[in-house]
C-alpha cells in the first residue's frame, strides 16, 4: 500500500521518479556465461533486452541513427549485462584504466543506482578490447551545469570484453556483487540505466550519446531519471577480507656544483599494509599501517605564475577514493591531500539505505598548513599533527538530504583546527533546487616557523604564533534548470578568521554574490547541433562592506560538424581591486575550440586577451594579457598515442614593454599500450618561467585496481651555461623509483 505522505513533504514532491518499467531477472547459473566477447544464444535465453533508444547529444530525446540492445541478467554472485551495438564503422583503442580518450571512441555505458535513491550512480564503462572506466556520478553545481559530475576515484574489479562483428560489435560485462555497495539483504532492487557512445557518420561526424531512458531537462534531478528497475532474489556476496601489502624503493640525487656528477643518496625503502573488512554490505573498516601515499602518476604541470593563492591538486591515493562521493562539498572544507605523509591512518565507512557515515583518523608526520586572507594565501609544511574526520548523511528521499561534518586536527603543544557543520540540498517541482553549506570553525595556531610572512588580517599575524580565533563561512544557492533556460542565484561567505586546516580554504574576508542565467537550445541540424547562450554577474564586498570586485561575464557555445565545440568568454570589470590598488573599467576575451575531425585525432585549443592584473607585484598593477594553450592527441593505432601541448603566457605593462612575466611550458606525453593492465608512457617538458628540462618515464602494470606494479624515474635538467648564446642542459636532479603492492583476497 502507499504510504501516506505529510503535507509539508509534498512540496519536494517526487517528481523525479519517472516511469518506471520492473524487470524481474531470472537466475542463471554461472556455468551459462563466458566472458569471452561472443553473445551465444544460452548467455540471452534469460535476460531482459533494453533498448538504447533515446540520443541526449547532440539531439534531444532524438531518434539514434544506429540500434544498441542491452540485455541484462544475474546468478548468484554476479550481475552480466550485454551489448549488441548495430554501426557501419567501429573505432576502439586500448586504453589504460580510467582514461577519459574512451569515451571519444565507441563504448558502452551502465548505470546502476544500487539504493534506489538518486544519491549516486555506480558508472561501468568499456569498449570492444576490455579497455574500462568506472566511477561515481553525483549532483554537482558549476555555472549552468545541469548535469551530474562524474568521479573517476573509485576503483571496481570487474570484468569486460567484446569483439567485432559483422553488423557492428557486441560487449559483454561481468561485476561481481562483493565490489559494489548495496543495502543489507538477499533481495536486491536497483534502478539501472544502459547508453553508449560513438561517432555519428550521419550526422557529420558528431559525437553521439544515447540511452535507455529519457531525459527530462525541466526535472532538477538528473541522477532520478532511471526507467527500469531490476528485481534479483536471493543472491549471495562474499565479504570481501583484504590485505594489502606494498614494497617501495627511491633513489634520488642532487648535483651541486656544476662540473661535479650527480651524488645519489642511499636508496630508501618503504613497506607496509592496508586492510579492509566488509562486516556486511553496509560497514567496512580500512587501516593501512606506514601506507604508502606517494603520488607516482605525476600530477600535470599547472601555471601558476600570476595566482596569488595556493592551487589545490586532484586527489589519486587509493586510500581516499572509497567513499569519496560522500565527502563531496562545494566549498572546499575537506581535502584529504590536507593529509600528506600518514604514519597510520584508519577509515569507517558505513552506507546504508538512507544514511552513510565516514569517519578517518591519521597521524601525519608532514602537515600541511593553509593561511588565508582577503586578497592571497600563505602556506608551508610542518610537523606532525592527528586528524580526524567524521562525515554524516541522510537521504529522507531523492529530493532531500541533510548532512554534518565534523573535522579536528590536533598539533604538537596545545594547538588544534576544528571545524563543524551542517549542509543541506532540497530539490523542488518545475526544476527548483537549493543547496545550503554553514560550517564554523575554532582554531589556536601552533607556534612555529613553518610560515615566514610580515603581513596581518584584521588584528591577526599570519605568522603561526599561537593566536586563537574562530570563524564561520556559508554557501547557498537558488538554481532552476528547464528544458531551455538555466539560472541560479548563489551567496558565498567567508568570515575575516575562517581556516579549515583539513580543508583547502585560500581566501577569506569576502561576501560574495552571483546571478547566472542562460539559455540552451537543441536545434540538431547539419552545421548546428546545440548552443548555449548564458550571462553571469558577481559583486564582491569584505566583510566590512567594502566592494572588493564587481563584474559582468557572457558566455557563447556551440557544437557544429566534427565534434567542432567552441567557447567565447567576455569579461568587463567593473571594478576590481587587490592588495592596495584598485582598478576600474577593464576587459578580457577568451576563446577555446575543440575538435575531432577524424578518428585518430583530438585538437584542442585556446587564447585569452585584453587585461589583466598583475597579482604578484609588491603594488599590483593592471597589464596587457595574452595567453595561448593547444594540445593534439594522434592515435597512431590501438597501441600507440602521442599528446604534444603548449601553453603560453605573458602579461605585458600598460607604460612600457616590459613584461610582469614571459613564457611557456611544452609538453610531450607518449604512452604504449601493450594490453588494458601493461604500458609504459614516457613525459617530457620544458619551463620557460624556470628554465628548466625533465623527462619521466614510467612503465605500468594493472591487472586490478589494487594490484599495480611502477618503475620509473624523473631526470630534471638545468641549462648552466647561461653565458652562452646556446643552451647546455646537464642533469641536476635525479630520481628512479619502484612500487609494487598486491591485493590478497581471503
Avoid at 566590512?544 to 566534427?562: P, Q
Wanted: hydrophobic letters at 35%; aromatic letters at 16%; charged letters at 25%.
Amino acid at each position: 500500500m502507499r504510504k501516506t505522505i505529510p503535507f509539508f513533504l509534498i512540496l519536494f514532491s517526487w517528481t523525479c521518479l519517472p516511469q518506471n518499467t520492473i524487470l524481474d531477472l531470472v537466475k542463471t547459473p554461472d556455468s551459462e556465461f563466458n566472458i569471452d566477447g561472443i553473445l551465444s544464444e544460452k548467455e540471452l535465453k534469460n535476460a531482459f533486452p533494453i533498448e538504447i533508444i533515446y540520443e541526449h547529444t547532440p539531439g534531444y530525446n532524438t531518434v539514434p541513427s544506429y540500434k544498441t540492445m542491452g540485455y541484462v541478467n544475474y546468478s548468484d554472485e554476479f550481475i552480466y549485462i550485454a551489448f549488441k551495438a548495430y554501426r557501419d564503422e567501429v573505432t576502439a583503442s586500448i586504453h589504460s584504466r580510467d582514461n577519459f580518450s574512451l569515451f571519444s571512441e565507441d563504448y558502452v555505458n551502465i548505470h546502476i543506482d544500487t539504493y534506489e535513491d538518486a544519491r549516486n550512480n555506480l558508472g561501468f564503462s568499456a569498449n570492444i578490447y576490455g579497455s574500462q572506466n568506472d566511477g561515481v556520478r553525483v549532483e554537482s553545481s558549476g555555472f549552468g551545469s545541469q548535469d551530474s559530475g562524474w568521479s573517476l576515484d573509485p576503483n571496481f574489479n570487474w570484468e569486460s570484453l567484446g569483439r567485432l562483428t559483422d553488423f557492428g560489435y557486441e560487449v559483454e560485462v561481468k561485476i561481481p556483487f562483493s565490489a559494489i555497495p548495496f543495502p543489507n539483504g538477499k533481495d536486491q532492487r536497483w534502478r539501472l540505466k544502459l547508453s553508449t557512445g560513438y561517432r555519428d557518420e550521419v550526422k557529420q561526424g558528431s559525437t553521439a550519446r544515447v540511452y535507455s531512458s529519457k531525459l527530462d531537462n525541466d526535472d532538477s534531478c538528473k541522477l532520478c531519471q532511471i526507467d527500469h528497475t531490476i528485481v534479483m532474489d536471493d543472491i549471495t556476496y562474499k565479504k570481501n577480507l583484504d590485505f594489502l601489502p606494498y614494497v617501495s624503493s627511491n633513489l634520488s640525487g642532487e648535483r651541486e656544483r656544476l662540473y661535479d656528477r650527480v651524488n645519489y643518496s642511499k636508496p630508501e625503502i618503504n613497506y607496509g599494509i592496508g586492510v579492509n573488512l566488509e562486516i556486511n554490505k553496509n560497514l567496512s573498516l580500512e587501516a593501512t599501517l606506514n601506507p604508502d601515499f606517494s603520488q607516482v602518476e605525476a600530477d600535470v604541470t599547472k601555471i601558476d605564475i600570476n595566482s596569488p593563492t595556493a592551487i589545490n591538486y586532484p586527489e589519486r591515493r587509493p586510500f581516499f577514493t572509497r567513499g569519496i562521493d560522500v565527502m563531496d562539498y562545494t566549498m572546499d572544507v575537506y581535502y584529504s591531500r590536507s593529509i600528506n605523509n600518514p604514519l597510520f591512518a584508519s577509515k569507517v565507512l558505513n552506507q546504508g539505505r538512507k544514511s552513510r557515515i565516514y569517519m578517518l583518523t591519521a597521524i601525519d608526520q608532514d602537515s600541511p598548513y593553509v593561511v588565508p586572507t582577503q586578497f592571497e594565501s600563505f602556506s608551508g609544511v610542518g610537523g606532525r599533527s592527528f586528524n580526524n574526520v567524521l562525515r554524516y548523511q541522510n537521504i529522507l528521499n531523492p529530493n532531500i538530504q541533510i548532512g554534518a561534518l565534523a573535522t579536528n586536527r590536533l598539533y604538537d603543544g596545545e594547538a588544534y583546527g576544528n571545524l563543524f557543520g551542517l549542509d543541506a540540498l532540497f530539490k523542488f517541482s518545475g526544476g527548483w533546487k537549493f543547496e545550503l553549506e554553514y560550517f564554523k570553525n575554532s582554531n589556536k595556531e601552533p607556534v612555529s616557523d613553518w610560515i615566514d610572512s610580515d603581513k596581518k588580517f584584521g588584528n591577526y599575524t599570519v605568522n603561526l604564533d599561537g593566536e586563537s580565533f574562530s570563524g564561520n563561512a556559508m554557501y547557498s544557492e537558488l538554481r532552476r534548470d528547464t528544458q531551455n533556460w538555466r539560472s541560479f542565484l548563489r551567496y558565498t561567505g567567508i568570515s575575516p578568521t575562517f581556516r579549515a586546516d583539513n580543508g583547502f580554504i585560500v581566501q577569506n574576508n569576502l561576501k560574495k554574490y552571483e546571478l547566472w542565467h542562460g539559455y540552451y537550445k537543441y536545434p540538431d541540424k547539419k552545421y548546428l547541433k546545440n548552443y548555449r547562450i548564458s550571462a553571469r554577474y558577481d559583486r564582491e564586498y569584505s566583510y566590512s562592506n567594502k566592494l572588493k570586485r564587481s563584474a559582468f561575464e557572457a558566455y557563447f557555445t556551440v557544437l557544429t560538424i566534427l565534434n567542432t565545440d567552441i567557447f567565447y568568454n567576455y569579461e568587463y570589470a567593473f571594478y576590481d581591486s587587490h592588495l592596495v590598488s584598485e582598478f576600474e573599467n577593464f576587459t578580457s576575451h577568451y576563446v577555446r575550440i575543440s575538435s575531432k575531425p577524424f578518428d585518430f585525432i583530438n585538437i584542442s585549443g585556446g587564447f585569452g586577451t585584453g587585461n589583466e592584473i598583475a597579482y604578484r607585484e609588491e603594488i599590483p598593477e593592471l597589464g596587457e594579457r595574452f595567453s595561448f594553450n593547444t594540445s593534439v592527441e594522434i592515435t597512431l593505432n590501438n597501441n600507440l598515442r602521442i599528446k604534444p601541448s603548449i601553453n603560453f603566457s605573458r602579461l605585458k605593462k600598460l607604460d612600457s614593454d616590459e613584461y610582469f612575466f614571459d613564457g611557456y611550458i611544452a609538453r610531450l606525453d607518449i604512452r604504449y599500450q601493450f594490453t588494458n593492465s601493461l604500458d609504459f608512457r614516457i613525459i617530457s617538458e620544458y619551463n620557460e618561467f624556470s628554465d628548466q628540462f625533465f623527462v619521466q618515464p614510467l612503465i605500468s602494470w594493472r591487472p586490478n585496481p589494487d594490484t599495480i606494479f611502477y618503475f620509473g624515474g624523473n631526470q630534471n635538467l638545468v641549462d648552466e651555461f647561461v653565458d652562452y648564446n646556446s643552451p647546455n642542459y646537464r642533469v641536476n636532479k635525479s630520481q628512479l623509483f619502484m612500487k609494487f603492492q598486491y591485493l590478497i583476497k581471503s
